[in-house]
């Protein structure tokens, strides 16, 4: 499984985007790039995920670079209810891995956004 | 709420007891995930079945067993309960791209 790189924690001001960094730059050709934050021990929820497009939804933007070694979460007006940690996590495509993708977490970002 | 339920949400028991965990996946989702997190740990992926089968196996204990069943829920057995078995138990459950998670079972053991 390819490993990611993440900043132990970030700050942001409330109202402003938050921009949270990815590497992963052993990620193979069938692997996706997701996204998940978890919120005070609650579980985590799923927040996006890309294979080398951009993507956007409701939630955030995801931002793959072209050689697919890092990505960027980007959320575009963070609030108070965003503080959480965020995980970036690479999975095998399911018809690829037997429909095993599991989801292995790393440390995350903790993002803090501030008033 | 992501339609992935876990019951018990909190559990207190003693050492060397034995505990089952559960999980009821939403309609449709095969694939069925068990992930522990210990205070200030991370999350570490234990097992996952698919379709009644175990596809993977993580950092699961031997004292540590699940089964998935015939209407896709699944269970988690915890045996020989430990101090350091003190944990939040995730189950996710799929149907291929994104994973849903449960709401977490508090397991504390005295």
């Known amino acids: 499984d390819a490993k990611t790189t993440q900043p132990t924690s970030m700050d942001c001001a409330e109202g402003r985007a938050a921009n949270l960094p990815c590497n992963h730059s052993t990620i193979s050709g069938n692997e996706y790039v997701y996204w998940y934050r978890q919120i005070h021990s609650q579980g985590p929820q799923y927040i996006i995920h890309g294979l080398k497009n951009n993507e956007t939804n409701e939630m955030a933007s995801l931002i793959i670079t072209e050689d697919r070694k890092s990505s960027t979460l980007i959320l575009p007006h963070a609030t108070l209810r965003d503080t959480a940690v965020y995980y970036c996590i690479v999975r095998p495509d399911k018809i690829i891995s037997g429909n095993t993708g599991k989801l292995i977490f790393g440390q995350g970002t903790t993002l803090q956004v501030k008033p | 709420d992501s339609g992935v339920t876990q019951t018990p949400k909190h559990l207190i028991t003693a050492t060397g007891q034995r505990v089952t965990l559960r999980c009821s996946p939403r309609s449709g989702d095969l694939s069925v995930y068990w992930y522990q997190q210990s205070l200030d740990q991370g999350l570490q992926f234990l097992i996952q079945y698919y379709n009644g089968e175990e596809r993977a196996k993580g950092n699961i204990l031997e004292r540590f067993s699940a089964q998935q069943f015939p209407d896709l829920h699944s269970e988690l057995n915890l045996s020989s309960l430990e101090l350091g078995d003190s944990a939040l138990y995730f189950c996710?459950?799929?149907?291929?791209?994104?994973?849903?998670f449960g709401q977490g079972t508090r397991l504390t053991v005295v």
């Open positions: 996710a459950a799929s149907q291929g791209v994104e994973a849903f």
